[in-house]
């Protein structure tokens, strides 16, 4: 499935890969600093889905906005970025708990993607994108540790000298 050797993604992985880093990059750079803009609105927003006590969502507003901002950089960076991947899956999880929760309950919520600045209900496209989320870090932390595993080209030239 890959280029020949053991352990090395294949090149369309690791071009897929990169767009991947950079989407949620982007992305996630900006959500966390639209929910910073107000973290008592997005407390709110979380109070709705009903799966947290009021300090609870508190908590969890102040906290998600900055692992959001924490895993664009650590993405950005390439000695962080296994540890990129690991947040943006543990986030992926997360939104798709809520909004799948919220949507099998039938809760008419917005999901609070971008903080307070869009309404975006609750339904298919959210469950889409939440689960979305998850696969491509899924994805993303799998091309990690496949690539971590490869063997360097600098280690193969010591060994044969």
Same mark, same amino acid.
């Given at each position: ?9 294949? =090149? ?10 950079? &989407?949620? =990059? #982007? ?5 966390? !600093? ?8 997005? +407390? ?13 969502? +508190?908590?969890?507003?102040?906290? #998600? ?21 690991? !947040? ?8 798709? @708990?809520? @909004? *799948? ?5 039938? *809760? ?15 339904? =298919? !496209?959210?469950?889409?994108?939440? #689960? &979305?989320?998850?696969?491509?870090? *899924? ?7 496949? +690539? ?11 060994? #044969?000298?």
């Amino acid at each position: 499935m890959g280029d020949g050797k053991p352990g090395k993604p294949p =090149v369309m992985s690791r071009h897929a890969e990169r767009w991947i880093r950079i &989407g949620l =990059v #982007v992305l996630y750079a900006i959500t966390g !600093i639209l929910k910073l803009k107000d973290p008592a609105a997005f +407390a709110f927003t979380l109070e709705n889905y009903r799966l947290l006590p009021a300090t609870g969502s +508190a908590a969890l507003a102040l906290f #998600v906005p900055w692992m959001e901002i924490a895993c664009a950089l650590t993405l950005l960076s390439s000695s962080w970025r296994g540890t990129g991947w690991w !947040i943006a899956a543990l986030l992926g999880f997360g939104f798709s @708990v809520f @909004v *799948l929760s919220a949507w099998i309950r039938g *809760l008419d919520i917005h999901c609070g993607c971008w903080g307070d600045s869009a309404y975006q209900p609750i339904g =298919v !496209i959210a469950a889409i994108r939440a #689960v &979305g989320l998850l696969i491509l870090a *899924l994805f993303g932390l799998r091309h990690q540790l496949r +690539a971590a595993r490869a063997p360097s080209p600098k280690a193969s030239e010591t060994q #044969v000298r």
